[in-house]
T-cell receptor
Framework: AQKITQTQPGMFVQEKEAVTLDCTYD???????LFWYKQPSSGEMIFLIY??????QNATEGRYSLNFQKARKSANLVISASQLGDSAMYFC????????????FGGGTRLMVKP | NAGVTQTPKFRILKIGQSMTLQCTQD?????MYWYRQDPGMGLKLIYY???????DKGEVPNGYNVSRSTTEDFPLRLELAAPSQTSVYFC?????????????FGPGTRLTVL
């Protein structure tokens, strides 16, 4: 079975600083994808960034980057230059071939950006 | 760009009532999914579909039914609503079911069962 763990229920960060949100995963499948979603207070799920298990380089999308450490089974999200609009819940998720490619979510981290 | 749309946005049901949550996508995606999100938790998969006429159970299917008669629509049916089904329901779609495929989510339906 696959599992996603986010150990930080809540975090504060000062505006304009960088922040790292932790995510560890467990799967025996060699082929999998890792995703981060943002859920603002309005409730929608917004896709942020994707990392494939065979990708050699860490994924980047604008101010978002994914620190992928395959041997440690971690896929931390790094947000650079935090903005007030980054305040939201952040979910790490994984899809793996041996789990029918179904998306499994972690419990989320609530990020609060201080002005 | 519509993407994935869901109706209604909010609904209050009495115990034992039934209702259908609607989901439509206009991206010609093959795969569609229903998730529920309980307060302070991540999402859990209820049902999914790999194409018209094909559906399968996810992690928490009890108390729900689905159908997929067209590529675009994937309604979720609640029979005999129970307070435990109070949750936010998200519909999602992806082009294929590969591990590399991104799922795109609708805005959600907030359901309360009293």
């Amino acid at each position: 079975a696959q599992k996603i763990t986010q150990t930080q229920p809540g975090m504060f960060v000062q505006e304009k600083e960088a922040v790292t949100l932790d995510c560890t995963y467990d799967t025996s499948d060699p082929s999998y994808g890792l995703f981060w979603y943002k859920q603002p207070s309005s409730g929608e799920m917004i896709f942020l960034i994707y990392q494939g298990s065979y990708d050699q380089q860490n994924a980047t999308e604008g101010r978002y980057s994914l620190n992928f450490q395959k041997a440690r089974k971690s896929a931390n999200l790094v947000i650079s230059a935090s903005q007030l609009g980054d305040s939201a819940m952040y979910f790490c998720a994984m899809r793996a071939l041996n789990a029918g490619n179904m998306l499994t979510f972690g419990g989320g981290t609530r990020l609060m950006v201080k002005p | 760009n519509a993407g994935v749309t869901q109706t209604p946005k909010f609904r209050i049901l009495k115990i034992g009532q039934s209702m259908t949550l609607q989901c439509t996508q206009d991206m010609n995606h093959n795969y569609m999914y229903w998730y529920r999100q309980d307060p302070g938790m991540g999402l859990k998969l209820i049902y999914y579909s790999v194409g018209a006429g094909i559906t399968d159970k996810g992690e928490v299917p009890n108390g729900y039914n689905v159908s997929r008669s067209t590529t675009e629509d994937f309604p979720l049916r609640l029979e005999l609503a129970a307070p435990s089904q109070t949750s936010v329901y998200f519909c999602a779609s992806s082009l294929q079911g590969e591990s590399t495929d991104t799922q795109y989510f609708g805005p959600g339906t907030r359901l309360t069962v009293l």
